[in-house]
């Protein structure tokens, strides 16, 4: 009897034995996993693909003539994406050049005025000297009796009439002198002004074409033929997708042990976890996403919650990887960054883009060249 009852008291014993040296096994396991791997990672699923997604608007007012693409397309920087009516900006760039002309024939006919009342001041001066001569003559036959006195005061007139035309040459050669203020035709500031409204009226011209400001996709397109568009209003999106990159959101208690420069790994959703994406931390967030958002959490107020902050970590992806694989903006992802390997600190921040200011055209700068010209010519003595 005793032996059928000890036999399952034994057998259990024997089996809870098993089952706690199996449990230490697996902690030990687990534990040296850990210590071996698992604490020289950290990992988020809460990560997705950004990239720069360029608002497209117009520079200046028009109606909507042409539409050169769709959505979802793919264009190439300085294509053409929109033609609007150039009705309006071609007669503003013929009143401006219009008026260039004239600006310049104006002062080209002050720069041959000042010449010429120049030459009038140098024959009064030689005037007013021969008068002067001839009063000092005339008053030494005056003294002798040999003139009349009639004369002499002649004479006096005469000095006195040179006298007020010097002055008034003077006068009209300060006038111009004052106005032209020794510049070139080109170089005067009115003739100035009004070659910058020329630029002005051809640059609104050439920005009736809209061009795409970089490689990319058409996305959110909001332009018709025939809509009448105003600047600043956006008509598409076009985003870069050769340089995305990877936002992950850590946890506030993983932060502490990342650093600029170490490697990740990535897996997108859209690949599985076949294709691995390979890149480095190259930025933090300035702060978490709650403090950034459009109605941050007011962590004053009486009813409070702690709730553990996530903050955005830019993750540079590997060229050669989006180019085998591309990536679209908003794809999930899960990133894993080595904390125990070498950090390369040559990884280069955030890419920067500029874009160039628009070229002055060289058509336009001959234009203004060729009106400037005539102005100069036709105020040549020779073709007056």
């Known amino acids: 009897m005793n032996d059928t009852i000890a036999a399952p008291t034994n057998a ?37 693909v950004t990239g720069d997604v360029i608002a497209v608007t117009s520079e200046v007012p028009g109606t909507v003539q042409a539409l050169h693409v769709a959505d979802m397309a793919h264009v190439h920087q300085g294509d053409v994406l929109v033609e609007l009516d150039p009705t309006d900006a071609r007669l503003a760039l013929v009143t401006a050049e219009a008026e260039l002309d004239r600006t310049a024939r104006d002062v080209a006919s002050h720069q041959a005025q000042e010449n010429l009342w120049k030459a009038m001041l140098t024959v009064r001066q030689v005037a007013l000297a021969r008068a002067k001569q001839d009063l000092a003559r005339r008053e030494g036959l005056d003294r002798d009796g040999t003139v009349a006195a009639e004369d002499v005061v002649h004479a006096n007139e ?84 050769e340089h995305v990159w990877v936002d992950a959101n850590f946890k506030e208690v993983q932060l502490g042990r990342l650093k600029f420069g170490q490697p990740a790994t990535l897996h997108s959703d859209v690949y599985g976890s076949d294709v691995e994406f390979h890149g480095r931390v190259t930025g933090f967030s300035a702060g978490s996403g709650a403090a950034f958002a459009l109605l941050p959490a007011q962590n004053a107020s009486g009813n409070w919650i702690k709730v553990v902050q996530r903050v955005p970590v830019h993750i540079a992806l590997d060229p050669k990887d989006l180019q085998a694989h591309p990536l679209r903006v908003g794809l999930s992802t899960t990133v894993r960054v080595d904390l125990s390997a070498v950090i390369d600190a040559s990884v280069a921040p955030q890419r920067t883009r500029t874009l160039q200011s628009a070229p002055m055209d060289p058509a336009v700068e001959a234009r203004i060249a060729s009106l400037i010209a005539q102005a100069r010519l036709g105020a040549s003595p020779r073709h007056r």
């Open 158 to 241: 005469a000095v006195a009439e040179q006298t007020a035309a010097v002055a008034a040459a003077t006068a009209q050669v300060g006038v111009f002198a004052a106005e032209l203020q020794g510049t070139r035709i080109e170089t005067h500031p009115r003739v100035v002004a009004a070659a910058v409204a020329v630029r002005n009226a051809a640059l609104a011209l050439a920005r009736t074409r809209i061009l795409a400001p970089t490689d990319g996709v058409v996305a959110r397109k909001a332009v018709q033929v025939g809509q009448r568009i105003a600047p600043g209003v956006p008509l598409f999106a076009v985003a870069d997708l």
């Open 12 to 48: 259990r014993r024997k089996a809870f034995r098993i089952f706690g040296i199996l449990l230490a096994v697996v902690a030990v396991a687990w534990l040296l996993y850990w210590n071996l791997a698992l604490r020289h990672y950290e990992s988020t699923e809460d990560a997705y």
